[in-house]
């Protein structure tokens, strides 16, 4: 049995009396491109907090590459790479005096840094920018810095929170093909994203969060035949779904399996 | 992309990266924002040249003021320790050394207030990287240290041995070691206070009470300084005042780290006594820098310690409105009854009710509105102390100054939300008004609330003519700032975030529209003083209400004309609008 790229064992983060995180068992394999899931608010991000070492759990473990978060941060944080939530960049350098900082951090040589960060430029599209500061950039472009900045240590677990958001489409494709090469080079993807699509597309295992506990985690084949779900129950029907309408039917409903939302027809008449 | 295979390149987890390697880098990352923030300009040509000529300009009308704040307290140290020891006053050294702290703490924690609205730097983004918490424990102190307060500080301490030194050159070593420490223990408690400060300025009501809390501390400082007996005659009453401070506080600061580092210079002839008060200042320092490493060690695990309490808040706020019952008259309030006049149109009463909103949750604002009314107060008891012809125009004139700026930048704190103005269908006029409105209230209550004030505290009635040509100049001065003001907030507005004021760089409009709001404000503002003396000369009050009449009248009559073009000047303009203010 091969050691788990990501495992928790009822990781569990509290703020005062509110549980933003309970219970989470995670289990990510090594080679995986792992989506995980959730509604605005279910602890998504407080998850991959806690994950990169950002946030201390409540009570709780993380092994990551089997080492333990707590005991080897600053091991294991050699080995990951993190698109935080923030993106965490510094406004008044540019691009490159960015990933030259980050580079040197991570403990990459000079001749290492300035060879990597004149290739992520390139590859991001980022090169034309020099001398423009991170301040100035836009949006999407700080999204693609920001993936840089987790790479370019060649991290073998890569945290991204919502990497797509901001990206427009070509952008877009080309962080997904450089994904697609770190899977296939060995390393963890580890993604959330609000847009399913993607997720479907591009992660083969998938975690499902609502209001702080895991509901679902499985492979793709496993969520669409119900195998995954945490209690047990089977989908309704027997065709092949997408994971929106397996969302849908995990998250819609409440913890005694209720409908969540009131039908739409019964609000905002007056819609016409 | 061949060398990032995962993990192929990464030094394995045995090998440590080495400290100077990642102490390097923050020092380069601090020195390339320090560059950057200073010196790069966006723009090229003209533009840039005129950008420049306007940052030179700048430097050279503030840098003597900064070099006056920097060298005053280096000097005055240095004087003052060799004043001390040199006119056999020893019990004054422990004194100067605490007040050194309290200049210390002060800009320390104003720097720290300032941080959290400038910075552009957050240390604690740090614990994301392979860090080990001593070289987290390092970096941080390291990166505390490269302030304006301990450079400040410690220059300040050397001048103080100097001086120490001078007087008594035996006493020249114990003092650069004994102080060398002092200012270490200072750097520890500076660091303390800003690693909580840090969290707690992260919650946006304390940073607002924080900001009230430095401002009536200077009020109050300002207040007491005017309340001296002027009796003792100018600067030689109030310098026998400070000493005097000095003089009796030195009993209390003997078990204190000041008392601790003076006895350690002044008993150098006794050594056990010496030692004793040496070990007593090394014990402080090493408290501070174990508290310092506390915190700093939960936050590097993670643990936000104000988090929860902030959360808690938010969550007994939240239970609160939604036990809060509905009341029944509500709706009914918020749609008014059609047979009823309202006072505004409806969209200038929407954006009014927003605005009253705004302000109305910003309760730094609306104490720091206080603030001036103090100062006509304190201005009653020294600058205007038997001069009531003046007394209310330089009271008015004092509290303008400070609400006027905000006519400049109207839609600037509406940030993105000011699209919602520019995609409904409505005129942009309207809600021009409605902020203009708002500005007023604020504007006439303040300048209401001073006429007030100066008409109780002036001991001889105001003449008639003084209180007219005031009235008429105070129209003037509004309707003039408040028509430039609308026109630079849709000419060149500029973002301003809570937390991020200066996070986006100025542009050259804005560069330059400042200057010409600085010669505006102070322009109207001091056009006072030459009518003041015309009157004077030809001896008649009311020249003043003569002159300031049409002025007044004229000012008004461009706001008006400025308000009927308002729609097409936005047109004009919304490329610049949407590109400072729409952009995420």
Known sequence: MTTPAIDTAALTRRFGEFTAVQDVNLRVDAGQFFGFLGPNGAGKSTTIKMLTGLLAPTSGSIRILGEDLTQNSAEVKRQIGVVPEGMALFGRLTAEEYLRFVGRMYGLDRATTVQRTQELLEFMQLADERKKLITDFSHGMQKKLAMAAAVIHGPRVLFLDEPFEGVDAVAAGTLKAMLQRMIARGATVFLTSHVLEIVERLCTHVAIIHRGQLVAQGSLEELRAGQARADGSSPPGGKQRSLEEIFLEIVGTDREGNPAATAPEQELSWLG | ?584
Not at chain 2, 107 to 127: E, K, R, T, Y
Not at chain 2, 388 to 403: D, E, H, N
Request: net charge positive.
């Open chain 2, 1 to 584: 992309m061949a060398g990032l295979e995962a993990g192929k390149l990464l030094p394995t987890a045995a090998q440590e990266i080495p400290a100077r390697v990642q102490l390097a880098a923050v020092a380069w990352l601090r020195w390339r924002i320090f560059i950057n923030s200073t010196f790069r300009r966006r723009t090229t040509g003209t533009r840039q040249a005129v950008g420049l000529a306007f940052a030179i300009l700048v430097r050279i009308m503030v840098w003597p003021f900064l070099a006056l704040m920097v060298i005053g307290p280096i000097g005055g140290s240095g004087f003052f320790a060799w004043m001390a020891i040199a006119g056999n006053h020893p019990q004054r050294l422990a004194p100067l050394l605490a007040a050194i702290t309290l200049l210390w703490l002060f800009v320390s924690v104003n720097g720290q207030n300032m941080a959290a609205v400038v910075s552009n730097f957050d240390p604690s983004s740090l614990i994301r990287f392979p860090l080990r918490f001593g070289r987290y424990l390092v970096l941080r102190t390291f990166i505390g240290v490269l302030t304006a307060s301990t450079i400040v500080g410690c220059l300040a301490l050397l001048a103080a041995a100097v001086g120490i030194g001078v007087a008594k050159p035996a006493l020249t070593l114990p003092a650069l070691v004994v102080l060398a420490i002092y200012a270490l223990m200072n750097v520890f408690l500076m660091r303390m206070i800003g690693a909580w400060m840090e969290r707690w300025l992260a919650n946006r009501r304390f940073r607002e009470i924080f900001s009230v809390l430095m401002a009536l501390t200077v009020v109050g400082f300002q207040f007491l300084n005017f309340q001296r007996p002027s009796s003792h005659g100018g600067i030689g009453g109030r310098s026998s005042w400070v000493l005097r401070i000095l003089h009796s506080s030195g009993s209390q600061l003997h078990w204190l780290p000041p008392g601790f580092a003076a006895n350690a210079i002044l008993q150098v002839s006794h050594p056990i006594a010496a030692l004793t008060q040496f070990v007593g200042l090394l014990a402080s320092t090493a408290l501070f820098a174990a508290v310092f490493a506390i915190r700093l060690h939960k936050q590097f695990l993670g643990e936000y310690l104000s988090e929860g309490a902030s959360r808690r808040a938010n969550e007994r706020s939240s239970q609160r409105n939604a036990a809060r019952p509905q009341r029944a008259g509500a709706v009914a309030k918020i749609a008014p009854a059609e047979n009823a006049r309202p006072a505004f149109p409806p969209i200038v009463a929407a954006c009014l009710r927003k605005e009253w909103l705004t302000l109305r949750g910003n309760g730094a604002q609306l104490i720091g509105m206080l603030t001036p009314l103090v100062f006509v107060v304190i201005l009653n008891r020294s600058v205007f102390q038997g001069h009531s012809t003046y007394f209310l125009p330089g009271a008015i004139a004092y509290v303008l100054f400070g609400v006027l700026a905000g006519l400049y930048n109207i839609f600037g704190a509406d940030g993105l939300g000011v699209q919602v103005y520019l995609l409904a269908p409505i005129r942009l006029r309207d809600v021009i008004v409605a902020k203009n409105l708002m500005s007023l209230a604020v504007i006439v209550t303040e300048a209401g609330l001073a006429w007030l004030l100066v008409s109780v505290l002036a001991r001889t009635p105001i003449p008639l003519a003084t209180q007219v040509s005031t009235g008429l100049w105070t129209i003037f001065v509004i309707g003039v700032n408040l028509a430039l003001g609308t026109m630079r907030s849709i000419q060149a507005p500029r973002r301003f975030v809570p937390g991020q004021a200066q996070r986006r760089r100025m542009t050259p409009t804005n560069r330059t529209s400042g200057l010409l709001i600085m010669l505006v404000l102070f322009g109207s503002m001091a056009l006072q003083v030459p009518v003041t003396l015309l009157c004077r000369y030809f001896n008649d009050p009311w020249l003043g209400a003569w002159i300031f009449g049409p002025l007044a009248f004229a000012a008004v009559a461009a706001y008006a004309l400025l308000l009927h073009n308002a729609d097409r000047f936005i047109l004009a303009h919304r490329d610049v609008f949407a590109e400072e203010l729409c952009k995420a």
